[in-house]
């Protein structure tokens, strides 16, 4: 493993370097705070930023994204035939990434890339995605990574680890592809004392998370009993079924596949979905399973932390980042939720 | 605030107890110190939960839309008006509702209350004139007007315009000099500058339909972006399917509109597509006269015809 | 739509019996000369991601 | 590129411009072609989807006759 120690005032050079091999994706600050997007050459990463209105699933799953393209045109060549979207194969790197939004593209792999079926479009995104991650030092009041199975330093998802430590950065490459980015930006080797700089940050941010969820009963209720608990529509009277939670989140993975087509000329691409939407669940026939506004919120929650809890056993899908929490236009709070689910008792 | 809060309670619980509604909707605390969730009472013990404050931003005329049961419902100025296009729009009976109304003094801008704090925000506590915001470590007061929602500053009608009780004494109207001040700056621009000034106000859109879902107004069974049958807007994040979403949902509550905020408030990109509605305001109050909502046997401004509508826009 | 920055002259709206055939022909003319002047619409055009368009 | 005839959609009252225009044809008048006309029952059936929709697939203008 590779240490690394960065001069604040060395960074932007860095990243103007690597950006001849690598295309990068990063926080930049704009008029309302800092967004995560692809960086256009020249542009440098802010590091100094404290979180990101949207998630950075972006980097992996975009909002939209086109498939392949046809044309019904018989005088056109290769008429009928569908065609595959052009890809850039430049390695590409997320940088300044948070740790639990990375362990946030470990699930969306879940889903994506199973043993059976590896979805080509996500696979040629993550295999040629560097995560370069951004330890936080401040976690937002929000924040319950710790309690997610991840945390502001969490390194098992990323490819390089960095923290602001003053005057500089350090951290270390933990891959492979760690290592390549590290080297083509010429990052400075860091000598023995980052480790145990790390340490101290790791526990002060950790130290500063306040809010916590638990779902250690919730793994042992069944789906029925949590299902029909008596307190959804309780909980969620309040949620206009917005699709804010579910584009906010980093590990939300639904989407539509759409047509669009001009004359004869089409493509077919798939959105991003939000179950929080009255046509995300309706049948052809017209029955929608999730008629009420209240059951679409239940399925969300009960997605989140149960169904995949039971299906992979792998912890909840959620890395605890707090976007829906503070972003809920009628404070739905998943925290909250979760602990209704844990505390319920079903009564036999 | 605390006296809304509790005469809320009062009410409530009385008219509970009566039976004279099965639900009271209101608002309870929420979980972030700056925010208030939308809450539905079902008892007496329920109605020990609401609350009203500055962080209200609900408009929750938007819960009781094809109900059927006898609902009991805050509502504030703008909140009440809603109510009557809801009633006069066929979409819930005056019978059925029990109305408490609540002089509003305005609610607090959740981003001016965040861009303040110093930390965490535990409390945002409103005597109708100061705001203390305190938090981990912190405590700051601020004017209440310092930190008004905008719609709160050119507010028309702070009281309800119908109501069984009110939860406090009646609060003087605003005067304003310069209800649409922003419009007009808009107005003032050449058509390619307002072009461009809009694709920016909406570049950051992720179509979440928060704002439609947050409105009153929008209620259709299915909103004309969900229609597959014909198809009218691309689903994916092109920016003239986006434009086409905020120009239509505007065109729908022209003439119904009460400018109350809850759009705005519940963007999570803080987009200001206020912009669009409050042209439409200003189109019905210059061109015909009509504010929405402000009489029970008044049908909205496009929903009549007058012969001397002005239409010189026809040939 | 003139508010959003759409030019004035892209949408038109009449009044015409159905006996008054010159009253058509006359404002058809009106339209297609001020749209003529116009120039194609570029602002509100959807832009497919399809090939020829990109 | 010779000279540049515009798209212009319009959206004709059955009862009052459709049938003008009808008579229009009928008499003889002249007219220039750009128009592409949609007929619709009455100008009551116009929705401001429609006019976003012709703008959205390229028309150069749009015009709503009763």
């Known amino acids: ?83 595959e979207v052009p890809f850039d194969e430049t390695p590409r790197a997320a940088v300044g990434i948070r740790p639990y939004d990375a362990k946030a593209v470990e699930i969306l792999k879940k889903n994506f890339m199973t043993e059976d079926y590896k979805d080509p479009y996500f696979e040629r995104r993550y295999e040629n995605l560097t995560l370069v991650g951004m330890a936080e030092n401040n976690p937002s009041p929000v924040n319950f990574s710790t309690s997610c199975g991840t945390g502001p330093f969490d390194e098992s998802c990323l490819d390089i680890i960095l923290a602001d430590a003053g005057d500089s950065y350090i951290g270390k490459a933990l891959t492979e592809k760690g290592e390549k980015f590290a080297a083509a930006a010429g990052f400075a080797e860091g000598d023995s004392g980052v480790e145990a700089k790390l340490a101290e940050l790791k526990e002060q941010a950790e130290g500063k998370i306040k809010s916590k969820v638990s779902f250690d009963k919730i793994e042992k209720m069944t789906i029925l009993d949590l299902y029909e608990a008596p307190f959804w529509e309780e909980a969620a009277f309040a949620c206009i079924n917005c699709g804010t939670c579910t584009y906010a989140c980093p590990t939300c993975w639904c989407f539509d ?89 079903p009564s036999k | 605030m605390d006296a809304y809060t509790d005469k809320i309670k009062e009410i409530s619980k009385k008219i509970l107890s009566e039976g004279k509604v099965d639900v009271v909707i209101g608002f309870r605390k929420g979980t972030l110190g700056y925010m208030s969730e939308p809450y539905m009472a079902k008892s007496e013990k329920e109605a020990e939960n609401l609350v009203f404050d500055c962080n209200c931003r609900m408009n929750l005329v938007n819960y009781v839309t094809n109900r059927k049961d006898k609902v009991g419902i805050v509502v504030k100025g703008c909140d009440s008006r809603n109510l009557v296009t809801h009633i006069i729009e066929n979409k819930i009976k005056r019978e059925q509702l029990y109305i ?120 259709c069974p299915t909103c004309f ?48 597509m206020r912009y669009f509605t409050r042209k439409t305001i200003k189109d019905c109050v210059e061109k015909y006269g009509s504010e929405a909502g402000m009489e029970l046997d008044k049908r909205p401004a496009l929903d009549q015809y007058k012969i001397n509508d002005p239409n010189e826009f026809i040939k | 739509m003139e508010f959003v920055g759409l030019e004035e002259d892209r949408l038109h709206f009449s009044w015409i019996s159905s006996a008054e055939a010159v009253k058509f022909a006359d404002v058809a003319k009106q339209v297609a000369e001020k749209v003529k002047v116009l120039g194609p619409n570029k602002k509100f055009v959807k832009r497919y991601p399809t090939k020829d368009t990109e | 590129m010779s000279e540049y005839e515009p798209k212009i959609v319009s959206f004709l009252c059955n009862w009052c411009s459709y049938g003008a225009a009808d008579l229009a044809g009928v008499s003889r008048f002249q007219y220039p072609d750009n128009f592409r006309v949609i007929r619709i029952p009455c100008t009551g059936r116009m929705s401001p989807k429609f006019f976003l929709s012709a703008l959205r697939e390229g028309a150069d203008a749009v015009w709503v006759s009763g």
């Open chain 1, 1 to 83: 493993m590779k240490m690394i120690s960065i001069k604040k005032s060395d960074w932007a050079g860095a990243m103007e370097k690597v950006q001849k091999s690598y295309r990068l994706a990063g926080p930049v600050k704009e008029k309302k705070g800092h967004t995560f997007r692809e960086l256009k050459d020249g542009e440098t990463p802010d590091l100094e930023y404290s979180e990101t209105r949207m998630s950075v699933k972006e980097v992996v799953l975009p909002q939209s994204e086109v498939m392949f393209s046809y044309s019904l045109d018989e005088n056109k060549e290769g008429h009928h035939i569908l065609e």
């Open chain 2, 225 to 272: 972006v969900d229609e597959s049958r014909p198809q009218w807007v691309g689903k994916s994040d092109n920016e003239t399917d986006v434009l086409t979403y905020h120009f239509l949902r505007a065109f729908h509550d022209a003439g119904r509109c009460t400018d109350c905020g809850a759009c705005e408030a519940a963007c999570p990109m803080d987009i200001k």
């Open chain 1, 257 to 345: 596949i759409q047509d669009e087509v001009k004359g004869k000329d089409g493509v077919r691409m798939r959105n991003w979905d939000t179950c929080m939407s009255e046509v995300y669940s309706v049948h052809t026939t017209g029955h929608d399973p999730r008629h009420e506004a209240w059951q679409r919120t239940r399925n969300r929650f009960m997605h989140k932390l149960k169904y995949y809890l039971d299906k992979y056993e792998d912890g909840i899908m959620c890395v605890g980042c707090g976007r829906c929490v503070s972003q809920c236009p009628v404070n739905i709070d998943i925290r909250k939720v979760c602990q209704q689910m844990n505390d319920y008792e």
């Open chain 2, 100 to 219: 408490i109304g609540v002089p509003c003094t305005g609610l607090a801008d959740k981003k001016a209350l965040l861009d303040l704090a110093e930390g965490e925000i535990t409390s945002v506590e409103d005597d109708n004139e100061t705001i203390t915001i305190k938090g981990d470590g912190f405590e700051k007061k601020v004017a209440k007007s310092d930190v008004l929602q905008s719609n709160c500053k050119t507010c028309i009608k702070r009281n309800p315009v119908i109501f069984d009780e009110l939860a406090g004494p009646e609060v003087a109207e605003l005067e304003i000099s310069d209800r649409f001040a922003d419009v007009d700056e808009v107005e003032k621009m050449s058509a390619d500058e307002r072009w461009n000034f809009f694709g920016e106000l909406l570049s950051e859109c992720t179509r979440c339909y928060a704002c439609r879902n947050a409105c009153p107004l929008c209620y």
